[in-house]
């Protein structure tokens, strides 16, 4: 457990950062499923595009990495020309 002030309050600051982070993530594969179920139904192409600026923006919140968010864009690529 922490000692100092600061260090307390860093510890405070990590748990708010957490839940926002982890709820940021789950939204995040939510919309992927759901982009995935909607190629197996047949309607997806415009989705492709909103699932790209999601990831983009969880690059920019850093709450995945720059490489991760490369990887899904191209195998839903991938994916959505089959």
Excluded: F, H, W
Excluded at 72 to 79: I, P
């Amino acid at each position: 457990m922490p000692r100092t002030k600061t260090a307390k309050k860093e510890l405070r600051k990590n748990a708010r950062r957490r839940v926002r982070n982890v709820a940021k993530k789950s939204d995040l594969k939510k919309a992927v499923k759901a982009y995935e179920k909607s190629l197996v139904s047949g309607t997806s192409a415009a989705d492709l595009k909103k699932i790209y600026q999601a990831l983009d923006k969880a690059v920019k919140a850093r709450v995945i990495k720059k490489n991760k968010a490369s990887r899904l864009k191209s195998r839903l690529a991938k994916r959505a020309k089959k």
